[in-house]
Nanobody
Framework: QVQLVESGGGLVQPGESLRLSCATS???????????MGWYRQAPGKQREWVTT???????LYADSVKGRFTISKDNVKNTVYLQMNALKPEDTAVYYC????????WGQGTQVTVSS
């Protein structure tokens, strides 16, 4: 099993920044089997949408809506993935979920990000 715990959400004004963290723990076998990690988000009344992915080889992909503003990175020593979010917009308001693919798909509990003036 893999456990994912997100942190770093909060309330910010438009144009400001936040950094989310996703700490990974659990079976060493499963952690070593993680092929990719990513972030999804779900706004009120909307379906969960993919935001960004980072692969084991550190290749990254971004949704068009966040490209140029968000950056995903990882620290293999700390088993932690980060999401740096800059130039935040009200439409970025959502619960952000960390994910890990290791055969199965694993999810964190989510962290709320609210962008409002």
């Amino acid at each position: 099993q893999v456990q994912l715990v997100e942190s770093g959400g909060g309330l910010v004004q438009p144009g400001e920044s936040l950094r989310l963290s996703c700490a990974t723990s659990g079976s060493i076998f499963r952690i070593n089997a993680i092929s990719a990690m990513g972030w999804y988000r779900q706004a009120p009344g909307k379906q969960r949408e993919w935001v960004t992915t980072i692969t084991r080889d550190s290749n990254t992909l971004y949704a068009d809506s966040v490209k140029g503003r968000f950056t995903i990175s990882k620290d293999n020593v700390k088993n932690t993935v980060y999401l740096q979010m800059n130039a935040l917009k009200p439409e970025d308001t959502a619960v952000y979920y960390c994910s890990a693919r290791a055969g199965n798909m694993y999810w964190g509990q989510g962290t709320q990000v609210t962008v409002s003036s």
